[in-house]
């Protein structure tokens, strides 16, 4: 079964930190960008980060929104098959549920996020002021 299922969220104050998770199954992973976006209540779908293969075919090649930028961080344990988001200085405004995704890449970027149909239930990320 193709799958991605994220965990780590949680409740955290203002200026704390989380590390999201996001483990695949089914699928050959490094063959896709893999990319984080959020929803929160009201608001429009937003693509935060992804991490594809660039410049030598070497997967591990990153992208943010401007304002994750310097906080969060993308990375990825092929042998594992898991995505990390690592989220530091967390904001109010951070707060939303967040989802990981197979999304496109032509190579030398991925934002924004267009979603390949691979997606995860999501994790809710909530952070207080």
């Known amino acids: 079964e193709v799958q991605l299922v994220e965990s780590g969220g949680g409740l955290v104050q203002a200026g704390g930190s989380l590390r999201l998770s996001c483990a695949a199954s089914g699928f050959t992973f490094d063959d896709y960008a893999i990319g984080w976006f959020r929803q929160a209540p009201g608001k429009e779908r937003e693509g935060v980060s992804c991490?594809?293969?660039?410049?030598?075919?070497?997967?591990?090649?990153?992208d943010y929104i401007d304002s994750v930028k310097g906080r969060f961080t993308i990375s990825s344990d092929n042998a594992k098959k898991v995505v990390y988001l690592q989220m530091n200085s967390l904001k109010p405004e951070d707060t939303a549920v967040y989802h990981c995704?197979?999304?496109?890449?032509?190579?030398?970027?991925?934002?924004?996020?267009?979603?390949?149909?691979?997606w995860g239930q999501g994790t809710q990320v909530t952070v207080s002021s």
């Open positions: 995704a197979a999304v496109f890449s032509n190579g030398s970027s991925c934002l924004p996020l267009v979603v390949l149909g691979i």
């Open positions: 991490i594809y293969s660039g410049d030598g075919n070497t997967y591990g090649s990153t």
